[in-house]
């Protein structure tokens, strides 16, 4: 994630909630959008193969079975 | 003074109960009047449940009589987490302000459970609030004050299973129930110097209890003894229905599990930046431990864990309090920090927390495969002891403070257990943990009663109470 992929993110928050938020606190929610983005990065950093799935695999439900 | 049995094992309760030396109905009078006289001062608890209590106690003492015993937990009290739901008029407050007169028509499954084996409800226990969903820096972060320390009240008991932690260690309940997403009950159980089992994610039903990330979040006791929390987590496992993530595998301690002949795995890098009293008494049970196992170290390849744990945790955690988070309430929370915490979780993207749920599956894979050879990874509960509870603990936290065995170990789903392992210069207790493969837990509590059986920091008790 870039700066600016970070930046449209941290002003979508803000257009958000902005108005709920001291300057003090918008300047941690922009911290906590960075952290945010940083760890994205480590993912994104990660080659997996097309077949790769998470564990968590959705059911089709019917009741009683 | 404390009678002789308020830090008795559950072990040790239940032969006395059974043989009709110890009452049910005094046992539990003795734990609510510690509960009223002694919790306050710690901040530990947020509603006493008399009346229950004492409903369950005369039901189990009845019961008793006629020879109908249930097991090892009939007629002992416990204490609850705040996070699980009770009915009755018994409020449910998730230590958050804005849940603070909460309540709920049923009870949570393990409280059920719990019910069933004969346990008595003695207390809703204090917590961190939202179980730290917040992003909480400082103990102050429960609408029922910082949770102080049975060992020093100027620190902190850790979090976010706070009151259960301080319950147990100051002798207000034999046991009790906590919570962990990431770090919530090896944490309490490191600075309060009790016994902490994360179970296997699935093994407990999370039915009733508050969601903080639902692939995370697992239920487990803290006790005095690992040994109880064998017993303890016989009685609360199982598949349920009503928890899609429970498993259909039975759980049954094994309290006579061999306890010599280990094989321990010390992941590299554990120990870095550590605490210097954490990494003196770590070493210390290394020793202790070199009489019953081998120690190897291992390394894990290199992966991006504590990231795919934390969008998984941030993700989820954004989605389970939407309602709170639009609402604005968050602004009623105590820590000024959790006021705004959750604000930059509402960002992260669908395609990085599915990433982060593919590479879990990576994760899991990689450490099953690495801790094939071995019967349990050993490493410190925590890398430091308990902070000042007036001081922001990541301020107190040494080194850069890296979790690779709590990102592993909660975003893989693995047991671990944590018990006493010593203390700092400055009274306070640490703890070493021992964490297992997948459904591994009794041969994690095999190793832990093993170093127990070795040591005496359990049968330590905080001074003047």
Sequence with gaps: ?65 | MAPDFVFSPIRELAEEIRAGKISPVDLAETFLDRLESLGPRYNAVVTITRERALGQARLAEREIERGSYRGPLHGVPYGAKDLLATSGGIPTTWGAAPFRDQTFDHDATVIRRLEEAGAVLAAKLAMIELAGGGGYRQPNASFTGPPRNPWNPDYWTGGSSSGSGASVAGGFVPFAIGSETWGSILSPANNCGVAGLRPTYGRVSRHGAMALSWTLDKLGPLCLTADDCGLVLEAIAGPDPRDPSTMDRPFKYDADAPTEGFRLALLKGATTDVDEGVLANFEESLKVLERVATVEEIELPDLPYEAITRTILNAESASAFEELIESGRTSELTAPEDHYGLYARTVVLAKDYLKALRLRATMARTADEAMSPYDAVVAPARRSPASPVDEEFRRTTPGTARDIMGAVGNGAGLPSVSVPNGFTGDGLPTGVQFMGKAYDENTILAVARAYQSMTDWHDRHPPGL
Excluded: C, H, Q
Excluded at chain 1, 19 to 32: A, S
Excluded at chain 1, 39 to 48: D, F, I, N, S
């Design chain 1, 1 to 65: 994630m870039s700066n600016e992929e970070s930046e449209i993110l941290f002003e979508l928050v803000k257009g958000r909630y902005g108005d709920r938020l001291t300057p003090e606190e918008l300047e941690e929610v922009r911290k906590g959008v960075e952290r945010v983005a940083e760890t994205a990065l480590a993912l994104r950093g990660v080659k997996l193969e097309n077949w790769d799935e998470p564990f968590s695999i959705f059911k089709p439900y019917r009741k009683g079975e």
